[in-house]
C-alpha cells in the first residue's frame, strides 16, 4: 500500500486529466468544496457525501486527564472535534483494495 498523501494539488491536477479544466478552475474549484464543507461544519451542521461518508462535530465535555511526563492530573476543557464515519461502499472499497 501506497504511504503517499493526497494533497489538493493531486485533486486538482485529476481534475485537469478526467474533466479537462484549466489549471486555475481546477484549483478554485478544489478550494471551494473545502471551503463549502469547512463552512458547514463551522456553522454545526453534517456534511454526508455520498458513497464517501459524513462528517458531523460532537461535543466532548470537561473531563480529567492526566500530564503524560509528570503524572500530574488535569483538567481538560469541554470542546467540539470533527468526526467522520466512512459510509458502507468506502468499507467494502478499502477493505477489497479496489481502486
Known amino acids: 500500500m501506497s504511504k503517499k498523501t493526497v494533497t489538493r494539488a493531486d485533486l486538482s491536477d485529476a481534475l485537469i486529466r478526467e474533466v479537462g479544466l484549466s489549471r486555475q478552475d481546477s484549483s478554485d474549484l ?18 454526508k457525501l455520498s458513497s464517501f461518508g459524513a462528517f458531523h462535530g460532537r461535543n466532548k465535555p470537561r473531563r480529567m486527564g492526566r500530564n503524560p511526563k509528570t503524572g500530574e492530573e488535569v483538567s481538560i476543557e469541554p470542546r467540539r472535534v470533527l468526526v467522520f464515519k466512512s459510509s458502507q461502499v468506502l468499507k467494502e472499497r478499502v477493505d477489497s483494495g479496489n481502486k
Open 30 to 47: 478544489v478550494d471551494r468544496v473545502f471551503e463549502l464543507i469547512s463552512d458547514e461544519l463551522a456553522a454545526g451542521k453534517s456534511v
